[in-house]
């Protein structure tokens, strides 16, 4: 089946500095993407949607200055998190469609800010 | 606008026995699709299961089965012969059908704890 890829899956980075995180989908072209992030035992809520080739969709809330989306090629969205400070730390999880019954997940990124 | 409400924050269930969660929608569209997903400790989320507005049927997958009542509007994820590996939050999702520019939009999910 269709697979999603995201890494790292782990990233523990000091306060102030920057976070790459990707999103690659391995066996279909994703001419969108979606970045979730989850707070502890919260639900996943979308903080941008990412169209390849065009400027990323940010919800509501999220500042799009911090949270950098870059859908470069049809495989591969990054999510770059810039000065990261401690209340960033959270799950981000990636998401793609590869039809439109199913949408494959990413296997997330725990982010610690230290 | 979509929106997804469970009600069950947590659930208990006896292993081998069968366990519905509860999952009701409400959107305008005339056409979309329900899914439910499992989230282990690992964070990792794991499709189980899909329903399309139009699917006359209920969708089933193994041990999984959706009890879909679109009068309702309600989208049931029944989990048969429990396991201990199923101990995990689980969420009720839904989205357009027909356009693929559209996310997910999640419940707040149930916690099921599965005992020996």
């Known amino acids: 089946g269709a697979v999603v890829s995201q890494h790292p899956s782990r990233v523990i980075c000091k306060s102030g500095t920057s976070v790459k995180i990707e999103c690659r989908s391995l066996?279909?072209?994703?001419?969108?993407m979606f970045w979730y992030r989850q707070f502890p035992k919260q639900s996943l809520m979308l903080m941008a949607t990412s169209n390849e080739g065009s400027k990323a969709t940010y919800e509501q809330g999220v500042e799009k200055d911090k949270f950098l989306i870059n859908h470069a090629s049809l495989t591969l969205s990054t999510l770059t998190v810039t000065s990261a400070h401690p209340e960033d730390s959270s799950f981000y999880i990636c998401?793609?469609?590869?039809?439109?019954?199913?949408?494959?997940f990413g296997q997330g990124t725990r982010l610690t800010v230290v | 606008a979509q929106k997804i409400t469970q009600t069950q924050p947590g659930m208990f269930v006896q292993e081998k026995e069968a366990v519905t969660l509860d999952c009701t929608y409400d959107t305008s569209d005339q056409s979309y699709g329900l899914f439910w997903y499992k989230q282990p400790s690992s964070g990792e989320m794991i499709f189980l299961i899909y329903?399309?507005?139009?699917?006359?049927q209920n969708a089933t997958e193994g041990r999984y089965s959706l009890n879909f009542q679109k009068a309702r509007k309600s989208a049931n994820l029944v989990i048969s012969a429990s396991q201990l590996g199923d101990s995990a939050m689980y969420f009720c999702?839904?989205?357009?059908?027909?356009?693929?520019?559209?996310?997910?939009?999640f419940g707040k999910g149930t916690r099921l704890s599965v005992i020996a």
């Open positions: 999702a839904m989205r357009e059908a027909y356009s693929g520019n559209t996310p997910l939009v």
């Open positions: 998401s793609a469609m590869a039809r439109r019954a199913e949408a494959f």
């Open positions: 066996d279909f072209q994703a001419t969108t």
């Open positions: 329903q399309g507005s139009y699917d006359e």
